[in-house]
């Protein structure tokens, strides 16, 4: 079927099928990529605003393609007048700073207004370099895509695009009280589907999705899996167990604490409100286990809504928790593999969730996930063996998988071992070389339509 053959390219060693003949002298792998990212820089810190996933897996993306020879120069809005034109990110790949719209204070939702200006921008760095500097363009959510879809087809070269997230997918599961996507993003994505060389989705649901929703050409999607950073989430070298015990040493935590651990934007849509209704729900049950809870949330706002963290720490007083949630702002990522370490369970109840890379950086540290079972997640966390999937979003679903944990170390630590297997099948590496692949396919066939 449709899906099954999607799901072959993402776990085949060739994600798209080769080119049936190709023109001599002809070699498909770029030099150098043109990379888009308008609405949110690789150099933020992610887990809070606008910066997330989408910015870790632009940096890590673009690291892993340097190191295998594709050069990477990533554009993006700049946010201050003191920022340099550009940045060196890591060898081989360059951040570029584009003036468009006001520094600061711009919001997401007002970008496309400026996005002429980033366009101009963008289009201008090939005036300093020869031309073919750039042979294809990458562009990551559709603000991107639609700069992308100008600057390749004055380059003459092929575009390929990630939505990330898309406005009808999460229009379809909205938090309660969330303002839906508007029409002009849908129009926006819709007109990307048509004009893009290959779009590239996290997961096969994720392309059926585009099949479905924007009737993409099944032809022109391929499934990349993102990866997660191996080498810095990882267990403590002494295993699972006693690295959890070191991590909790090092945050000052106690050593018998049951930890459901939430880390990401506070928004309506990643639902930490659901995980502290579920731990209210819990302690009515347990009382007894109230001395050794702790429930972290690791992460700033974004956007706004009711769970913003002082809506989310009034919510907290009113369910009368207070005390066992520790609220902690965003953190870089080796401390954030410390906060995996040392929690029993992350939980990610996220009304969508395109893939959830914090599911699995948690496993990849030793930590199983409670998980909704929507978008990517199913595909991040295996149900019953690295974690627990639960449907839908009742508080009382979310605090009996809890008490699973609480009830049964022997689970919980077979579930750790398992988790650490799942999520190493994760890398950017292979993330990387998969999307090399989309790269050749996309350059091959333009080139098979130049000289046909
Ligand atoms: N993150 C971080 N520090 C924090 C919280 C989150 O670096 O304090 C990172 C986290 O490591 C992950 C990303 O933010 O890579 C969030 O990605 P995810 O796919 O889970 O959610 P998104 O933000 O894309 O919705």
Not at 201 to 209: L, R, V, W
Not at 379 to 393: E, F, I, K, N
Request: aromatic share 4%; glycine share 10%.
């Amino acid at each position: 079927t449709r899906l099954e053959g999607l799901h072959r390219r993402a776990h085949g060693s060739t994600l798209v099928d080769p080119p049936r003949s190709r023109p001599p002298g002809t070699h498909s792998r770029p030099r150098r990529v043109a990379m888009l990212s308008v609405h949110t820089s690789p150099l933020h810190q992610p887990g809070t605003g606008d910066a997330g996933g989408m910015n870790v897996y632009v940096v890590e993306l673009a690291k892993c393609l340097a190191a295998i020879g594709i050069e990477v120069e990533i554009f993006t809005r700049a946010t201050s007048a003191a920022l340099p034109p550009h940045v060196e990110l890591a060898p081989g790949v360059l951040v570029r700073h584009v003036a468009a719209g006001p520094y600061e204070g711009l919001a997401k939702e007002n970008l496309p207004a400026h996005l002429c200006a980033f366009a101009h921008g963008v289009t201008q760095a090939w005036v300093d370099h020869r031309p073919g500097h750039y042979d294809l363009v990458h562009s990551h959510y559709w603000l991107s895509g639609h700069v992308g879809r100008l600057a390749a087809g004055r380059w003459g070269v092929p575009l390929v695009h990630a939505m990330h997230t898309m406005a009808k997918v999460k229009n379809a599961s909205l938090a309660e009280g969330e303002t839906p996507e508007p029409a002009v993003r849908v129009t926006g994505e819709t007109q990307l589907v048509r004009a893009a060389d290959r779009l590239i989705a996290n997961t096969a649901k994720e392309a059926d999705e585009l099949l479905r929703h924007y009737g993409a050409d099944a032809d022109r999607v391929a499934v990349v899996h993102p990866g997660v950073d191996l080498g810095r989430f990882r267990p403590d070298a002494r295993g699972v167990q006693a690295g959890r015990s070191a991590a909790r040493s090092r945050l000052g935590l106690r050593q018998d604490a049951l930890i459901p651990l939430f880390v990401g934007r506070i928004q309506p849509l990643k639902a930490p409100d659901v995980l502290l209704r579920a731990v209210a729900r819990l302690l009515e049950e347990r009382p007894g286990l109230r001395e050794r809870l702790v429930v972290p949330v690791v992460g700033g706002p974004s956007g706004s809504g009711l769970t913003e963290p002082e809506g989310l720490q009034k919510l907290a007083a009113c369910l009368g928790v207070s005390d066992v949630v520790l609220f902690r702002p965003p953190v870089g990522q080796d401390q954030l593999a410390d906060w995996y370490r040392a929690a029993s369970v992350l939980v990610t109840p996220s009304y969508s969730e395109s893939f959830g890379l914090v599911a699995v950086e948690a496993q990849a540290c030793g930590t199983p996930v409670i998980a909704a079972e929507v978008g990517g997640l199913p595909v991040a966390v295996r149900d019953g063996v690295s974690g627990v999937l639960v449907p839908g979003h009742d508080p009382a679903d979310y605090a009996r998988a809890l008490r699973a944990f609480a009830d049964d170390p022997a689970r919980s630590a077979r579930m750790s071992e398992a988790a650490v297997r799942h999520a190493r099948s994760f890398g950017w590496d292979t993330a990387a070389a998969a999307t090399a692949d989309v790269y050749a396919a996309a350059l091959d066939e333009r080139r098979i339509r130049l000289v046909s």
